[in-house]
């Protein structure tokens, strides 16, 4: 697990987390941990963010951009299913997915360097969400040795 290296997708404001999963990577002797801001979609929208829908299902949203100083950005999405639309969720669900989004371009950029990077969300070992943690991490033992 050593030259195995971790991306920890974990929104600011959530240190705990990002506290529990390094400990977590750390029993399992993985110490290459980078921390991959998470999108706050839900900041996004408070911070002056405007929907409009322009078709069935399908959503302009326009926001301050978080990577670019005074600049603003346009998405157009299809939110899921499970989303309301038009409501905070829609935006917590566009902020996950500009986030994994952010983790996928880390790793292509990286991956010929390390060979094997695991993306994790920062509550991916929770008992709660995640029970079957406990067999996971034990796999993930086996296939690295």
Request: with cysteine.
């Amino acid at each position: 697990m050593q030259g195995l290296k971790c991306l920890v997708i974990n929104l600011e404001r959530d240190e705990n987390r990002l506290s529990s999963i390094k400990s977590v990577m750390g029993t399992l002797g993985c110490k290459k941990n980078q921390r991959i801001p998470a999108i706050d979609g839900r900041a996004l929208l408070l911070g002056g963010g405007r929907a409009r829908k322009i078709g069935a299902m399908k959503w302009r949203l326009t926001y301050d951009a978080y990577d670019i100083p005074g600049g603003r950005t346009t998405h157009v999405i299809r939110p899921g299913h499970l989303s309301k639309v038009g409501a905070t969720d829609m935006w917590s669900q566009h902020g996950c997915a500009m986030s994994r989004k952010n983790a996928l371009l880390t790793v292509s950029a990286s991956i010929d360097k390390c060979g094997y990077i695991l993306v994790l969300e920062d509550d991916a070992m929770q008992g709660k969400i995640c029970p079957s943690g406990p067999k996971f991490l034990g796999e993930l033992r086996f296939a690295q040795s």
